[in-house]
T-cell receptor
Framework: GENVEQHPSTLSVQEGDSAVIKCTYSDSASNYFPWYKQELGKRPQLIIDIRSNVGEKKDQRIAVTLNKTAKHFSLHITETQPEDSAVYFCARGYGNKLVFGAGTILRVKS | DAGVIQSPRHEVTEMGQEVTLRCKPISGHDYLFWYRQTMMRGLELLIYFNNNVPIDDSGMPEDRFSAKMPNASFSTLKIQPSEPRDSAVYFC??????????????FGPGTRLTVL
């Protein structure tokens, strides 16, 4: 189906540690996998995305990996900072729309 | 560009009343999306438009919900009559080109709806 499963639902890390969020899907209909960050009371905003012809993409402290064979993709945040605390949503492109995961609440403790 | 604009930012109404949420997409964007966000259901796509034409309204929960896009710069989401379970944050988003194919969706600030 079109759904995407996201894990974990909450993640608490110490400042400076790494955080990893994983998403899985079941069919092969997607070629675009974006990640959105939503701070408390704010709108979701795109932080990084990856296309299916690429296995990994990095932007400073964040990176995304994609395994199309296994049908999963992950967000990696290194050297976490308090301002990384937010809800993170993975998504997959599905036809003309995006299908979002349920979200991961990331808390970075200082 | 000011980004996606939504109004009102907050709406408190009583059960049974009609509620109208408004959205102005980014100029030039040809796709417009309405989402509902709750703790229980996460971010749900309600309906989306392409060039002002509704393409997929399968996410609209009931006949009480309706959406229109009379022109490229304005869309409304209407709930009539409203019920307490409609309380949520409603986001409008727009994109230039197919959202599922490499094109970023830009979200508005959202409307927080409370139905008493």
């Amino acid at each position: 189906g079109e759904n995407v499963e996201q894990h974990p639902s909450t993640l608490s890390v110490q400042e400076g540690d790494s955080a990893v969020i994983k998403c899985t899907y079941s069919d092969s209909a997607s070629n675009y996998f974006p990640w959105y960050k939503q701070e408390l009371g704010k709108r979701p905003q795109l932080i990084i995305d990856i296309r299916s012809n690429v296995g990994e993409k990095k932007d400073q402290r964040i990176a995304v990996t994609l395994n199309k064979t296994a049908k999963h993709f992950s967000l990696h945040i290194t050297e976490t900072q308090p301002e990384d605390s937010a809800v993170y949503f993975c998504a997959r492109g599905y036809g003309n729309k995006l299908v979002f995961g349920a979200g991961t609440i990331l808390r970075v403790k200082s | 560009d000011a980004g996606v604009i939504q109004s009102p930012r907050h709406e408190v109404t009583e059960m049974g009343q009609e509620v109208t949420l408004r959205c102005k997409p980014i100029s030039g964007h040809d796709y417009l999306f309405w989402y509902r966000q709750t703790m229980m259901r996460g971010l749900e796509l309600l309906i989306y438009f392409n060039n002002n034409v509704p393409i997929d309204d399968s996410g609209m929960p009931e006949d009480r919900f309706s959406a229109k896009m009379p022109n490229a710069s304005f869309s409304t989401l209407k709930i009539q009559p409203s019920e307490p379970r409609d309380s949520a944050v409603y986001f409008c988003a727009s994109s230039l080109g197919l959202a599922g194919v490499y094109n970023e969706q830009f979200f508005g600030p959202g409307t927080r709806l409370t139905v008493l």
